[in-house]
């Protein structure tokens, strides 16, 4: 069926490094792929995202990236900050207008100081 | 412009009651679905509305349902609580302005601790 594996499940890194994060999906139909941040007592904030069309998008410190024949996207955060801390999940969804997205099981990132 | 905003933020419920949860959307947007959030499982979709018909339904028992009002506004309602049933309940919308508006707002939830 349709699944998302997200790896690693926690992420521990000093303040200033890099962090990434890797999703795969199991549905090559797949065109939306959004990641989201959730912060303690909170719901997920969505964060950046990319449409199938695309190999890459950047925002600040934040990138994602997909590959579309290995059906892997991947989440980097540069320049981490104290503030980045959190976990953080991925998603794939099929289409437009359909509300199913399947999720990966998240990270938790924590960035120490 | 307000997001997402659930209510209650937390519910202590016994096994068997049944609760209703509340979920109004961010002004504009028609889409209103519904995920179940724990440690084990992650999010878990439940169901999602449009226009006050549900367009979609997630893998969960008949004990969970919900429904859209005319103002987008939606309710959840779990029926014979079960103590599995305790999770982080999260309500997302979705503007749908067009067939490419995919981006998904969530609010902060309703953390549900079945007894």
Known sequence: GENVEQHPSTLSVQEGDSAVIKCTYSDSASNYFPWYKQELGKGPQLIIDIRSNVGEKKDQRIAVTLNKTAKHFSLHITETQPEDSAVYFCAASKMAGTYKYIFGTGTRLKVLA | ?115
């Open chain 2, 1 to 115: 412009k307000a997001g997402v905003t659930q209510t209650p933020r937390y519910l202590i419920k016994t096994r068997g009651q049944q609760v209703t949860l509340s979920c109004s959307p961010i002004s504009g947007h028609r889409s209103v679905s519904w995920y179940q959030q724990t440690p084990g499982q992650g999010l878990q979709f439940l169901f999602e509305y449009f226009s006050e018909t549900q367009r979609n339904k997630g893998n969960f028992p008949g004990r969970f349902s919900g429904r859209q009002f005319s103002n987008s506004r939606s309710e959840m309602n779990v029926s014979t609580l079960e103590l599995g049933d305790s999770a982080l309940y999260l309500c997302a919308s979705k503007r749908e302005a067009s067939n490419i508006d995919e981006k998904l707002f969530f609010g902060s939830g309703t953390q549900l601790s079945v007894l």
